[in-house]
């Protein structure tokens, strides 16, 4: 085990040689492979969790439904009923990224969500998809959004500028946000994990001293499964909320 608690981030080839096309290098790595199985595992969890629906739900059902109706709920108070249609995106989003985070906290395995590039990818669809249904519900009218009511003739250039900036910008706080508290949280769990393991092997007094890093440790798994969850929520609610901007011109 590496002691840089930054190698975890590492993307690494699984391919002996490089897989090169146009000059890019498409290798399959292991962020790819974890990327695999979080697809894997949360189509296995939720398809297993219906597959045998009953009246009266087990504990499986029962997660499948409540994740469900968590998201539904969160549609319809954030967009309204027009959200309905994008219920399925919402949801696929929130279950991608919640299964992305979790199976981070996995021991050996690989955050997927620690990396910007994977981050902004999503926030770029988000954003390019948001920005489309804009234009698809009002067409040329959607720059009004740029444009607020009742400011004066005289500010108008300025504030165009800023509501653009702010907007062009959506994709990047969305994506940062996410990246930042992944990366940052499974870098203070090695750092600390690291103090234990040293101490421990130190032996004397240190042994007995470890105790307190193992138990901020344990503090901080628990609160990186709650961060987790966290995240994936601000990321999906984001996307409701720029789906209603878009949807409704509220502004």
């Known amino acids: 085990m590496s002691a840089n608690p930054l190698a ?11 897989l090169l096309v146009g000059g890019f290098d498409i290798s399959f790595t292991n962020a ?25 739900p087990g504990r499986w059902q029962s997660i499948v439904e409540m994740s469900y109706e968590f998201i539904a709920n ?3 108070d954030n967009v309204g009923n027009e959200g309905r249609r994008y219920f399925p995106f919402i949801f696929t989003l929130f ?12 021991p050996y395995s690989f955050t997927v969500t620690s990396h910007i590039i994977v981050t902004f990818a999503l926030a770029a669809v988000v954003f390019l998809g948001v920005t489309f249904i804009g234009f698809m519900c009002h067409g040329m009218a959607f720059l009004k959004m740029f444009a607020p009511g009742g400011v004066p003739l005289w500010l108008m ?39 234990v393991v040293s101490m421990g092997a130190a032996g004397g007094a240190l042994t007995a ?3 307190l890093p193992f138990a901020f440790e344990i503090f901080l798994i628990g609160l990186e499964f709650l961060v987790a969850f966290l995240q994936a929520y601000v990321f999906t609610v984001l996307t ?12």
């Open 8 to 18: 975890q981030f590492e993307v690494k080839r699984l391919t002996a040689e490089p």
């Open 32 to 56: 790819s492979l974890f990327m695999v199985v979080v697809v894997t595992v949360a189509s296995l969890f939720l398809g297993m969790g219906v597959r045998r629906a009953a009246i009266v």
């Open 74 to 76: 969160m549609v319809r």
């Open 95 to 106: 279950i991608f990224i919640l299964t992305c985070n979790l199976v981070g906290m996995v």
């Open 157 to 195: 250039p300025m504030l165009i500028v800023i509501e653009v900036i702010s907007y062009m910008t959506r994709p990047i706080s969305l994506s940062v946000r996410l990246f930042a508290n992944m990366t940052a949280g499974h870098t203070i769990m090695k750092v600390f994990a690291g103090f």
């Open 209 to 211: 001293a470890a105790a």
């Open 240 to 251: 409701c909320l720029y789906l209603n901007d878009a949807i409704h011109m509220h502004h």
